[in-house]
């Protein structure tokens, strides 16, 4: 199927553009409107086959729960595996958009690897992430930096202490939540690993108080966020941090997002996923 045509699906079901402009743009590209109404009931077909595999996976349990921040009580998804009795526990800190259907899926499948698995959502202190997320930009630029870190410092202690942690913690985020997990790493050092993908680096400064050891992910084709990856290097070198940097060539910014097809990078995707599940699974034993 052509790209354009899932692209704008993604965006659709996404919540990004509304019916009456993806209807009007699906019929342009698919050249009239009987073959775009022949073309809707395959592309959400399509939608419901990918996210039913990790939806209705009988090997897992998953519920929304609240737990305790900064703020007040901050909302977060929570997955883990059905058997088992405690496990290792990771944090999943989403993009820009707050907490959509795509990272509850990454949270998800990092709960299939064996692990207590957070996502909590920034947007909480607001009322949570929208079902309609075009305005969502909005809602992120009201959002105090300083809390926001804080809210999401407490998920580490929040499940250090959750009866089904070993209190073991990792930490892991894509954009905006690659950044905010080199600040989970600042700002706790109870925090056992991090693992930022193409996030804004924290400042010299700031390396100096990290206290896990850190995987980070860049894809190649991501000259804003890369520029700060030299800076950020030396800083971890002076100050003798445990690290490793991965560069992917030919890979954009979000990489690793698979509702994104322009940005997704399949090879890259898969090789930093399976170097992230080998480090926490170390790191977290």
Known sequence: ????????????????????????????????????????????????????????????????????????????????????????????????????????????????????????????????????????????????????????????KYLKTHPLSTGKVGCTGFCWGGAMTNQVAVNSPDLNAAVPYYGRQPSAEQVAMIKAPIMAHYGGDDAGINQGIPAFEEALKKNKKEYQIFIYEGAQHAFNNDSNPERYNEQAAKLAWGRTIAFFKEKLK
């Open 1 to 156: 199927m052509d790209k354009k045509i899932t692209t704008l699906y993604d965006d659709y079901s996404q919540r990004r553009t509304n019916r009456r402009d993806f209807f009007r743009k699906l019929v342009m590209l698919s050249g009239s409107t009987a073959a775009a109404l022949a073309l809707l009931p395959i592309l959400e077909e399509n939608k419901l086959k990918a996210s039913a595999n990790l939806q209705d996976d009988p090997d897992l349990l998953t519920e929304f729960i609240k737990y305790p921040g900064e703020t007040g009580d901050v909302r977060g998804f929570l997955a883990w595996p059905k058997a088992g009795k405690k496990f290792p526990a990771v944090i999943v800190i989403h993009e820009n958009r707050g907490l959509v259907p795509h990272i509850r899926d990454v949270t998800r499948r990092m709960a299939k690897e064996g692990f207590l698995t957070l996502a909590p959502d920034a947007l909480s202190p607001l009322g949570g992430t929208p079902e309609d997320i075009s305005n969502v930009g909005a809602m992120f630029k009201q959002l105090n930096g300083e809390q926001t870190t804080k809210n999401f410092v407490a998920a580490v």
